[in-house]
Structures are given as structure tokens and as C-alpha cells.
């Protein structure tokens, strides 16, 4: 009935898998667990092999790419439903039995959501703090308002024919944004996203410098995409990024704004990594200004 399948990238995996053992064998559904390793490093690797008769446990011999690896679970997992959950994601009691529930229903694609604990003070930690509580915690009422643009691959079940049908873009090889591009796949082919409360909770929370540094190689994804989009106005609308970018481009204010970015890059910079000053409108900005400057060099 139900294949979990778990992406793993240097994270000891054995009391996740344990637990959604438990909690699978307690909702009485069928169900497998299968696991495959993107090159982790060594010591990740030797404590993960104690997966083996757990459950179906795959090492890779180079990493390649949130966006490959979840298409490469078709050819490892075998029933028409595959539940997709990071490597990070820690559950709540009665996860699986919820989502069995809402399986009866023959769901195409099923969002969970995805939560945080409650706000930490710890200033190392404040920016991933912030923007995941504002930016990614959202109940399922809020995602249903845009439930294509709410699409996120941390906690979601996919029938095995949409995703064959629909793969993720493996173009995508820098972390980020694989999400915004299936999203609006889905929504190009009509299929249907249910959006539910069963969320997960992100039990990684990155110091300050680990996000801003993914949040630049996120930027840097958008870039490539837009490459790729950027005569596809109905997908450079759905992302809020590209929208205001479109903006700022028709009224030839990109190098204006690239130029108040120059100048006020190290400031904001200071202030993400420090913790003192993380404002989202700010954050925002420099996403913003990023983009300008990547994307005029590949104009150039």
C-alpha cells in the first residue's frame, strides 16, 4: 500500500526508521521503509548500514541531487503510493495512521506540512528560526489558497503513475527550488493536490551561516531556472521571487536595486549571521538583489 521512502544525507537514520516501523505495523497498513544514502559521509554511512533487515537500505557512490534521487525511488520502491520524508523530519504520534486514513480517499498528491518548535532565543540559530516559522509553517487552510505555489518535497505522498509521469527536473543539481518547478508541473497537468494537517517537524534547524550559505545556492537554482522559464510568464507569476523581479525589470529598476544590494550586502549579512537583525522584508531584499546580480552576469 504505502512505500516511505526517506532520501539520507549525513544523518543517523535507525530511530526514524524504527519509529515508522511502529507506527506503520500500529496503523495495520502494508507497507515498506526504503532508504537511499546520497554519498553521505563515511561515519554516517558504516552507522546506517545497521539498516539493513530494517528496511531496504541503498548506498550511492556519488551525490546526485534532491531532484534525482527522488525519481530514483521508482525503481527501488513497490507499491502505487510513496510517501516522500527528509532525512530530518521528526513525527508526531499517529502520523502514519493519519495519512493511511486519507489514502482510503485515492488521493494523486497529499501535502502534510511541516512545523517548528516554538521559537528559540538561540541567536546562532534565529534566521532558520524565523523564516521557517513565517515562511513554512502553514496549516493546511493557508496552503489550499495556492496549493501548487504550497507544494514543498519534505512530507508529501505521490502516486507511483504521476511521477512517472511527471518526474522531478533533474537539471536541478545545487540545492533548492526542485519543489517550485514540480509544483507547477502538477498544476500544468491538472493533477490535484490535497492539502492536509499531518505535518512533521523539522528537526534540523541550521546555524545562520548553514542557511544564508543554502539560501545563495537556493538563488543561484531560481537563476538556472529562470534560464530555463523565463519566456513562460504563467511560471515566472507563480513564484514570487520571479514576479517581483518582472516588476522591477519593466520599470528598468533592477540596476537600481542591484546597486542599493551592493551597498548594503555586507550590513544585511552581518546582521543574518549575528541573529540580531533578521527581518523577513530585509531577507527578502537580499534574496532579491542576489538574483539581480547572478542573472545580469549570465545576461552579460
Known sequence: M????????????????RRLAEQAAQAGIEYEIVCIDDCSERTYKEGNRALHGMCRYVELEQNIGRARIRNLFLQYARYDYLLFLDCDSLLPDGFIKRYAEILRQKPRVVCGGRVYEAESDDREHHLRYIYGIRCESHSAAERRRQPYRSFLTNNFIIDREVLGAIPFDERIALYGHEDTLFGYCLMQHRVPIVHVDNPVINGDVETN???????????RSLAAIYGWKKDDPLF??????????????????TGIVGWIYGLLCPVLEKGFLNGKFVNMKAFAFYKLGLFIQIVDKLIR
Open 209 to 219: 551561516s548553514e542557511f544564508l550559505r543554502k539560501t545563495r545556492e537556493g538563488v
Open 236 to 253: 515566472l507569476q507563480q513564484v514570487s521571487l520571479l514576479d517581483f523581479y518582472g516588476k522591477m525589470r519593466r520599470f528598468g529598476l
Open 2 to 17: 504505502l512505500s516511505i521512502c526517506i532520501p539520507i544525507y549525513n544523518r543517523d537514520m535507525c530511530d526514524t526508521v
